[in-house]
């Protein structure tokens, strides 16, 4: 009974354990929203609806079984906005290779959409827009988790081995990638770009490890991205984990190798380019780069904060609170007045709140409209420079043509000496003339005066150009000197004038009257020209008429330019009139003649003006052909504004006037309140001035570097915990943290900008990038300058509480550091100790430094030429240096000096002890490495030595032995790599042609001798042998035991020998072979004695022979005679 009531129980618990089972598979099978995924087919379909980017919303993907799509038609799921469950399931074969960009098995992952549990195996290769492309999503804004890669991914931008873009809504945690990732810029083993949160993800392919010919496609070019780095035709921006980040990137690792040789920029073992937050991540693969190689961030770029101050603005808005309330204490105290009183007191109260707006509202549009036209403003200042290069040569001979307008005033007044002496004119003629001719004289001294004060101008233009203010003075200078000239020019034309009016008496006087009057009015519109270009180039630095002033200026020179032709022409004229003055005035033939000299200075006056003209038309028809300057107006809006502010002021001061006038009885407490109102004004007009007036900052002090302010709570620009096992190589900037940290001139600047308070025109830019506790123990190898163990080159930020222990190295190049190759940032609390080789500025913690704090080394210099130091190569002369300690038995602290205090020597105990020392830095031990394998590390103390060498592991075909190192006195770790040397095959004796050669297999310190010696002994049948032995002797200390061929030359290789060996028993006959003239005999023994000996003829053997030559002859003999009968009977 008991055991059918357990049996029908146990059925029981087995069917309620089944329903468990069943009801949930029975559920999804009911929910519409559940889609089961079993067959290429189920998730070709899949497909096909998602190409409406709701339908997948709200639902749950299950994959019920490993699919594979090879041979499939498949298309990318367009978009997917639901659950995506893989069970761990893996989809392969996945295979897209067609046309088309953002590819993946997703296309877009929404922000609602979640991958989860899923492999992906396949091959991703576009045929061309080959961007934005991953093995899991081309765009993701979803989450992946769980998710895994493996096969190839090639294409152009925005590479990753599992998503191609990580949007800001992004999430990749505890995804992995293996295989080839292969891109131009943006690369990286999970995501080429990050903006999100990479999470815990881990790389193990390889990423840009073959050559990329990266190539600028002109086609596609974004003008608006001149600068970006995906314009630039070299790989750039390619990272083990993300090619480029301004996310998260935490506790991620790369184990793959990362870049090709001497290409690329911007290449590190987690990120290319980090602008971002990362943390806890670890690299053990290669990596590999041409510029800013890092074994963790290529680049470090900072974040950029643009500050606004309250500044002057501020204090005006600030000063009429004051006075707000000041009036409003006034108010108070007036209780009880008149009515009228208290209206006034309202009144003012109101201006001044309506004023602070006005202020409020000119500011922010002044500062509008400046940042919307600096670009203009800077082209506008490069074509006054051009500007002022071309006018300062055709001012200077302007100055030349003032000078033949006062030869020609010298000639004029010598034909007037000699009419006067001939009495050919009246006395009241006489006097006008000459004071004409004083006129040209003055006119043209003037003239000179407003050219030199023209090129003056012109150079105070020059050295103003960039500063708004003294541009304006200089420009109104120019404009000044150029009216002084135009009015010389008139001078010199009311002259001339006045001349032709006296000259015209006698003969044809029309002619020689009309001919000079030409003259004089070419001058005058010469001058009007003038006047008219000077304003017009004055009128380029103002916005609202800087079309029109560029016209303008163009027809003025034009203008000139016709103006001096004229004058040519007027001049040729004046000659011929006076060609007719012997026949005007008949009782003064010479003066006629007299007046050729003037003709012809006349004609080198216009000739030499109309030569100018031609040079100014050119210079502003070309200005007139430059691109209009699109310098946004000063609108209607900011003018009003401006005028708006001018009213409530223009308001506010009456309405104090008439305050004033109002109170004129009032009591002690109010003259009180009027005395403090009125100094209120008087701040307020202060503060209204340096307003106008202006500060004297220039640009580059509005940049501030705040990374050693603290490390805030800034999650950009902070690289943190991470470290790097692998070997970095590149050829400038290569670290093994990170390879540079600088500013990447990237994108529309404003992109990059975190706006703090309130819009002003005082702002600063402040820059903060940070390295902390970060650890190098990678081989650093750097071609070139700036290679560190933790930054290459740093150009700002702060470096604290960072350790390295990898050798570093620049094989043709200066600045390398423990910590920093070279840095204009700081260095503190850093921990330095390894072997340092490279040229010029060579130092513990920085080749060369600025700001160096509490840091600690043990180093050993290799290799160095100037600047070497344990603590630094240099310091910046604006430095900081403070302590800072070593231990070192031959090096100084900065460039061969230590500096009690700052940078000084201690024991290496003493050192150990130092508050914070790491662990790792009191660990002293020698590495021994055979053919990539550690085969011992063996630990020693300070200063002494270790007992005995580890084995090294035997190599077929190789000899191997340790460096050569005094292993009985060490003060520093190092890796010593076992030096396998190929074995010889053959050992001689030397000479050209050897006596004695070995043939074999020996180590490189086998050596080979022999000694030789007369010998005799006598055989087993009591024969007796003479001859020369010789002992061959081959030490081979790597080989236990040696075989090897003899080969003794022979001394007559005609001749028959016999070989000879001793042995324990005596000297026994030996087998041996004949090659050419050697005799080869084989040993495997060390040492090895034999004798050669010509082989005796026995007489038996004479015998014999002699008895066959008789044989023979007998036999020649009777055949002879025997032929002798025969012919006899014939």
């Known amino acids: 009974m008991k055991q059918s009531i357990r049996r029908a129980l146990c059925l029981l618990l087995a069917a309620v354990l089944c329903l468990s089972l069943i009801a949930p598979a029975a559920l999804a099978a009911e929910d519409p929203a559940a889609i089961h995924l079993r067959t290429a087919e189920d998730l070709a379909e899949l497909s096909q609806n998602c190409t409406l980017d709701s339908w ?214 987690i990120a290319g380019r980090q602008s971002g937050y990362l943390s806890g991540c670890t690299n053990s693969g290669t990596i590999l780069g041409r510029k800013d190689v890092g074994g963790i961030a290529g680049q470090l770029v900072p974040e950029v904060r643009l500050l606004y101050n309250k500044g002057q603005l501020g204090d005006l808005l600030d000063a009429l609170d004051v006075l707000r309330g000041l009036l409003d204490q006034t108010g108070n105290d007036l209780r009880g007045s008149s009515d009228a009183l208290s209206a006034r007191m309202d009144a003012i109260s109101d201006r001044a709140a309506e004023a602070q707006e006005a202020i409020g509202d000119f500011a922010d549009s002044a500062a509008d409209w400046a940042n919307e036209n600096i670009d203009e403003i800077n082209d506008l200042s490069a ?89 304006q003075g200089a420009m109104e200078e120019v404009r000044a000197a150029a009216g002084e000239l135009a009015a010389a020019l008139r001078d010199m034309s009311d002259a001339l004038a006045r001349i032709a009016q006296l000259l015209w008496s006698g003969g044809d006087e029309a002619a020689l009257r009309e001919a000079i009057q030409a003259l004089a009015d070419t001058l005058t519109r010469a001058g009007i020209a003038l006047e008219q270009a000077a304003a017009a180039v004055a009128a380029h630095v103002d916005g609202d008429e800087l079309e029109a002033a560029g016209e303008d200026a163009a027809a003025a020179w034009q203008a000139l330019g016709a103006a001096a032709q004229s004058l040519l022409d007027a001049a040729r004229h004046t000659a011929d009139a006076a060609s007719l003055l012997p026949e005007l005035l008949a009782q003064g033939g010479d003066i006629a003649e007299a007046f050729r000299d003037p003709g012809r200075t006349l004609e080198k006056l216009a000739s030499r003006a109309a030569g100018l003209g031609e040079d ?32 409530v002021f223009s308001g506010l001061l009456e309405d104090g006037d008439a305050l004033r006038e109002t109170m004129s009885s009032s009591t002690d407490v109010l003259l009180d309140d009027l005395d403090a109102i009125n100094e209120q004004f008087g701040v307020i007009t202060d503060l209204l001035r340096d307003l106008l007036e202006g500060g004297g900052e220039e640009p580059e002090d509005r940049f501030e570097d705040v990374s ?29 943290i990170v390879g540079s940290m600088a500013i990447e001139y990237d994108f529309d600047p404003e992109d990059d900008l975190i706006e703090e308070g309130d819009r002003s025109l005082d702002f600063r830019y402040q820059t903060r990038a940070a390295v902390e506790a970060c650890v190098n123990t990678g081989e650093i190898t750097g071609k070139q300058d700036y290679t560190g163990g933790v930054v290459g080159l740093m150009d700002l930020g702060r470096v604290s509480v960072c350790e390295n222990y990898g050798s570093v190295t620049s094989t043709n190049g200066d600045y390398v550091g423990g910590i920093a190759g070279a840095s204009w940032g700081s260095i503190r609390d850093s921990w330095s100790k390894c072997r340092l080789s490279g040229g010029d500025y060579v130092g513990g913690i920085a080749g060369l430094g600025a700001t160096l704090v509490d840091c600690h080394t043990l180093v050993t210099i290799d290799e160095g030429s100037a600047y070497l130091g344990a603590v ?13 300690t070593f231990t070192s038995e031959s090096l100084g602290a900065l460039d061969g000096i230590s500096y009690a205090g700052r940078a000084e020597p201690v024991t290496f105990d003493a050192l150990c002890g130092t508050a914070g020392a790491p662990e790792l830095f ?70 050209e042609l050897p006596e004695i050669l070995v043939d074999g297999s020996f180590s490189s310190r ?84 034999f004798c050669v000996t010509e082989r005796a003829v026995r007489p038996v053997i004479w015998i014999i022979a002699g008895l066959g030559c008789l044989l023979v002859l007998a036999a020649a003999f009777c055949g002879a005679r025997h032929l002798r009968k025969k012919r006899r009977r014939v």
């Open 383 to 471: 074509r006054l420079s051009w500007l002022i290069d071309q006018l300062t040569p055709v001012l200077e001979d302007t100055s030349g043509l003032m000078d033949l307008a006062e030869d020609l005033a010298d000639q004029l007044e010598e034909v007037l000496d000699e009419a006067g002496q001939a009495s050919d004119l009246g006395d009241q003629a006489e006097r006008e003339l000459r004071a004409a001719v004083r006129s040209l004289r003055q006119a043209a001294a003037s003239g000179k005066t407003a050219v030199a004060r023209l090129l003056s101008a012109l150079e105070h233009l020059g050295a103003a150009l960039g500063s708004a203010l003294q541009s």
């Open 872 to 884: 630094a190569g240099d310091v910046d002369s604006g430095g900081t240096v403070s302590g800072n």
């Open 616 to 647: 100014l038309a050119d210079i502003f028809r070309e200005l007139s052909e430059e691109p209009t300057l699109s310098i946004r107006p000063i609108d209607s809006t900011l003018r009003e504004q401006g005028d708006a502010l001018g009213d």
């Open 56 to 269: 997948s919303r709200g639902k749950t993907v299950y994959l019920e079984a490993d699919i594979d799509l090879t041979g499939a038609d498949f298309t990318p799921i367009p978009t997917f906005g639901g659950t995506f469950e893989g069970q761990g399931h893996t989809i392969s074969g996945l295979s897209l290779t067609g046309s088309g960009n953002v590819r993946g098995l997703f296309r877009y992952i929404q922000p609602s959409g979640v991958v989860r549990d899923l492999s992906v195996e396949g091959w991703i290769d576009p045929t061309d827009r080959k961007n934005t492309l991953g093995g899991i999503a081309g765009n993701n804004q979803g989450l992946l988790s769980n998710c895994s890669f493996h096969g190839t991914v090639r294409g152009a931008d925005y590479i990753g081995g599992l998503v191609g873009t990580n949007e800001a809504q992004g999430q990749i945690i505890n995804c992995t990638f293996s295989g080839a990732v292969t891109g131009e810029h943006s690369v990286g083993g999970i995501a080429g770009q990050n903006y999100g949160s990479i999470v815990q993800c881990e790389n193990s392919g390889s990423i840009n490890t073959t050559e990329v010919d990266a190539e600028l496609d002109l086609d596609n070019l974004n003008q608006d991205q001149l600068n970006a780095a995906e314009n630039v035709p070299v790989c750039t921006d390619i990272g083990g984990i993300a090619g480029f980040s301004s996310g998260i990137l935490q506790s991620c690792v790369n184990t793959g190798a990362v870049g090709y040789a001497h290409i690329g920029y911007n290449i590190g073992g």
């Open 922 to 991: 009191s660990q002293l031990e020698l590495t021994f490495v055979a053919d990539g394998v550690t085969v011992a590390v063996v630990p020693f103390r300070y200063g002494e030595g270790i007992g005995a060498l580890p084995e090294i592991p035997a190599k077929k075909g190789y000899s191997a032995a340790w460096p050569e190192l005094d292993y009985t006195h060490l003060t520093a770790s190092q890796t010593l790599q076992a030096e396998y040397t190929p074995y010889t095959s053959s050992l001689t004796d030397g000479g």
């Open 708 to 736: 050693d302010e603290g490390s805030g709570t800034s999650d950009t620009g902070l690289l943190a915990d991470a470290r790097n096992n692998g070997r970095v190589e590149g050829d400038l900037n290569v670290a093994g």
């Open 1006 to 1089: 086998a050596s080979i001798s022999h000694t030789t010696e007369a010998v005799t002994w006598t055989d087993g049948r009591g024969r007796t042998y003479s001859g020369t032995a010789y002992t061959v002797t081959v030490e081979d200390p790597d080989l236990e035991q040696v075989t090897y061929t003899v080969h003794y030359r022979l001394p007559d290789a005609g001749r028959r020998y016999d070989l000879w060996v001793l042995g324990e028993d005596g000297w026994a006959q030996a087998e041996h072979e004949i090659d050419g003239q050697y005799l080869l005999l084989n040993s495997q023994a060390e040492e090895i004695t």
